[in-house]
């Protein structure tokens, strides 16, 4: 539990140990095989034949829509951005195109790994921004970048599930109208320990109006994301929040579908909001901004057709 001091700054107030009610955070119950870690373990693990009958089924999806990963890098510590690379080479939905934007990363490895993994895969394009804008900026690079008919959001040191962008184009391909798909998640610590699942209902207007429940992996139409303005400059922090609102506007809730599957591991380390607002000090700050200002309409709707 955190809370906003009246001076700006964000503070934790209460953290549930692990031994606390297991009713309260179902993934920490340490009784025998009812905790998140047996479930996986039992129904949500992808062993190497799994892997193997993945890829001949996304091979065999020769008509499925090009999908673009959007990545905005800046700076991420070489392992974690290797690995995320890697999550994506292991797609076993081989129509996919990486867009990455490096946001003008001081570190000059960086720049080092990502030229060499775009050498190695032609499906890899780069762009490496003059000076740092920030997150907006540099996922409108990477916008700039694709070619896709659908983007799918990716963070620099998470990672992809072997079948996410597999299950994306099953769904693509049932349901040709969706405008906006998005899956459940967890959280990965360091030691690639997943914990934390998000396990999210169908769309619910009321929800995403309180928290970004579509978050990741999140999946767009790409003409519907270039026509709405792309990512706004002034919601960095909550600008996939702010995107994803501006989608159910401008499409309504039919076009927008759940795919009930964990396909995205969220990192988290030091400076990830995956452990708390107050790793990222702009995040508070501009989503109290960002909610003052555009979120105003989309309230203002919503009372109305609570009326």
Same mark, same amino acid.
């Given at each position: 539990?955190?809370?906003?001091?009246?001076?700006?700054?964000?503070?934790?107030?209460?953290?549930?140990?692990?031994?606390?009610?297991?009713?309260?955070?179902?993934?920490?119950?340490?009784?025998?095989?009812?905790?998140?870690?047996?479930?996986?373990?039992?129904?949500?693990?992808?062993?190497? *034949?799994?892997? %193997?009958?993945?890829?001949?089924?996304?091979? &065999?999806?020769? =008509?499925?829509?090009?999908?673009? @990963?959007?990545? +905005?890098?800046?700076?991420?510590?070489?392992?974690?951005?290797?690995?995320?690379?890697?999550?994506?080479?292991?797609?076993?939905?081989?129509?996919?195109?990486?867009?990455?934007?490096?946001?003008?990363?001081? *570190?000059?490895? %960086?720049?080092?790994?990502?030229?060499?993994? &775009?050498?190695? =895969?032609?499906?890899?394009?780069? @762009?490496?921004? +003059?000076?740092?804008?920030?997150?907006?900026?540099?996922?409108?690079?990477?916008?700039?970048?694709?070619?896709?008919?659908?983007?799918?959001?990716?963070?620099?040191?998470?990672?992809?599930?072997?079948?996410?962008?597999?299950?994306?184009?099953?769904?693509?391909?049932?349901?040709?109208?969706?405008?906006?798909?998005?899956?459940?998640?967890?959280?990965?610590?360091?030691?690639?320990?997943?914990?934390?699942?998000?396990?999210?209902?169908?769309?619910?207007?009321?929800?995403?109006?309180?928290?970004?429940?579509?978050?990741?992996?999140?999946?767009?139409?790409?003409?519907?994301?270039?026509?709405?303005?792309?990512?706004?400059?002034?919601?960095?922090?909550?600008?996939?929040?702010?995107?994803?609102?501006?989608?159910?506007?401008?499409?309504?809730?039919?076009?927008?579908?759940?795919?009930?599957?964990?396909?995205?591991?969220?990192?988290?380390?030091?400076?990830?909001?995956?452990?708390?607002?107050?790793?990222?000090?702009?995040?508070?700050?501009?989503?109290?901004?960002?909610?003052?200002?555009?979120?105003?309409?989309?309230?203002?709707?919503?009372?109305?057709?609570?009326?």
């Amino acid at each position: 539990m955190e809370c906003k001091r009246s001076d700006g700054r964000w503070v934790l107030l209460e953290e549930l140990p692990v031994a606390a009610p297991w009713i309260a955070w179902p993934w920490k119950q340490k009784v025998s095989g009812q905790d998140y870690e047996t479930w996986v373990h039992h129904y949500d693990t992808i062993h190497a *034949d799994d892997l %193997v009958k993945l890829r001949q089924t996304g091979a &065999a999806l020769t =008509d499925g829509p090009l999908i673009s @990963v959007l990545l +905005p890098v800046y700076n991420t510590p070489l392992r974690w951005l290797k690995r995320v690379i890697e999550t994506v080479l292991g797609q076993a939905y081989p129509k996919w195109e990486l867009c990455i934007a490096d946001d003008a990363s001081p *570190d000059p490895q %960086v720049r080092k790994t990502i030229e060499s993994y &775009a050498a190695g =895969d032609p499906r890899i394009k780069v @762009v490496f921004r +003059p000076s740092n804008g920030h997150i907006v900026a540099a996922t409108n690079s990477a916008l700039e970048l694709a070619t896709g008919s659908f983007v799918a959001l990716l963070d620099h040191d998470d990672e992809l599930r072997p079948h996410a962008l597999l299950e994306m184009a099953r769904e693509i391909m049932g349901n040709p109208e969706a405008a906006l798909i998005y899956s459940d998640e967890d959280h990965l610590d360091e030691a690639g320990v997943r914990y934390a699942p998000y396990f999210k209902p169908d769309f619910n207007y009321d929800l995403l109006l309180s928290q970004n429940c579509v978050c990741h992996l999140g999946v767009y139409r790409a003409d519907l994301v270039r026509q709405l303005g792309g990512f706004r400059a002034g919601t960095e922090g909550a600008q996939d929040w702010d995107l994803a609102l501006r989608v159910f506007e401008a499409v309504g809730r039919d076009r927008i579908h759940h795919i009930p599957k964990i396909l995205y591991h969220w990192r988290s380390i030091e400076g990830s909001t995956a452990r708390g607002v107050s790793e990222k000090s702009y995040a508070p700050a501009l989503e109290g901004k960002w909610l003052r200002t555009t979120c105003h309409e989309p309230i203002r709707r919503w009372r109305a057709w609570k009326r």
